[in-house]
């Protein structure tokens, strides 16, 4: 009916339409692949130094994520533009207007990883392309930006450089990174944020255990799951932590240090707070075995989780030991314990490194893991402290080992 209506040489009109509307497009995705939004470039940093510099806090003063460095490392970025400069400035407030997508969708993923201190007072970092890819697959989950790993590792080193005298080289103690992204964009609209922020603050800390390793009761959390099949468990948002301080509240209430989060009927082990699990036991065949759960989508592929994995292939595989990235059950372990074959439990972490654990409440029941009343760790977790330490604090040298150049 309207091409009837329409004059002859119309007929040509929406093929021109499409035509035009061709080059047009062609031209659009020409210029989103040749000209190329900005990535990070770390040549183009700015650095403002502080005029005041901090105190130290005392080292025995010491509070995980209390007190801060004297600078931050800030990078903003637009869908228009990519990237922009970095800047290292003086630790200071943020400016975000109230209505940033951030307060109000929880655009946030973040990363926690540590600069240690060696003998020759070197400052290195610990596996940080590890925390580099997992920060890129935690900000492409929530739509917003990704990055260039390898550039910013150099920012990090900068700006980790330039906070040295807050590293103390005496074991235990390092500067914790914190690699924060967060959609600043002015709506209310749901949508992907067309503007972000990633900076990286430092806080020095302290060793976990100052008086040695304290074995920690955990209560397993039958009645709220952390994560699941499909989830964002295995991201780092902070939309994934907030729910779990309730059951930790809970589990506290009753007299322990910390949850156990199990998954589904089968009371599948998952995490320990927010640390990954280990369990070392002996299998009905006798034979010994390490297990951690596999990254099944509910698991976050925890840095530490990995190293443990690596490092125990290397050096406890060649001793008989079986490593299984498996599935394994509340029940599996109740068993294991009643039979005296679960031999240890720990859970693993930046903070931490590894944490020992003595005893799982569940179903009215302690599961012993394996300790004597005297003894506060198993000689697997004492043996990977000492593994990885060895390897963070340069005493190893080691290619997980990432020098700062000075
Ligand atoms: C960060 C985190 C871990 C540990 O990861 P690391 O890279 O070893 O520090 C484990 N579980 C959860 C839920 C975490 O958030």
Sequence with gaps: MLRQLRP??????????????????????????????????????????????????????????????????????????????????????????????????????????????????????????????????????????????????????????????????????????????IGTQRTLGVGPPGSALLYVIASPVGPYYPTGFKAVSLEATDYAVRAWPGGVGDKKLGANYAPCILPQLEAAKRGFHQNLWLFGEEEFVTEVGTM??????????????????????????????????SLARERLAPEGWIIS???YTMPELAEAAKEGRLLEAFGAGTAAVVSPVRNISWKGNLVECGLRPDQEAGEITRKMLGWIEAIQYGDEEHEWSYVVPQ
Excluded at 28 to 44: C, F, M, R, Y
Excluded at 290 to 307: F, H, N, Q, Y
Aim: proline share 5%.
């Design 8 to 181: 002859r040489s119309a007929f040509k009109q929406p093929s021109r339409l499409i035509a035009a509307w061709e080059r047009s497009y062609s031209i659009q995705a020409e210029s989103a692949s040749t000209v190329k939004l900005q990535d990070i470039d770390p040549a183009k940093v700015s650095v403002t130094k502080t005029t005041t510099p901090k105190e130290l806090v005392p080292q025995n003063e010491l509070v995980f994520g209390r007190s801060f460095t004297d600078h931050m490392l800030s990078l903003e970025w637009t869908a228009s533009e990519g990237w922009l400069p970095a800047r290292i400035t003086p630790y200071q407030n943020l400016s975000l207007d109230p209505a940033s997508c951030v307060f109000h969708y929880a655009f946030e993923c973040f990363e926690g990883m540590k600069a240690y201190k060696d003998k020759q007072g070197k400052v290195r970092l610990f596996r940080p392309t590890k925390n580099m890819a997992r920060m890129n697959k935690s900000s492409a989950r929530i739509a917003l930006p990704t990055f260039d790993g390898a550039a910013m590792i150099q920012l990090i080193a900068q700006f980790a450089a330039m906070e040295e005298r807050f590293i103390s080289s005496t074991r235990g103690y390092s500067l914790y990174l914190r690699p924060t992204m």
């Design 325 to 327: 990235e498996r599935k």
């Design 276 to 309: 990954n699990m280990f369990v070392a036991l002996k299998n009905k065949q006798g034979q010994k075995e390490l297990v951690t759960a596999p990254l099944d989508g509910t698991i976050l592929e925890g840095v530490t989780r990995d190293s443990i994995l």
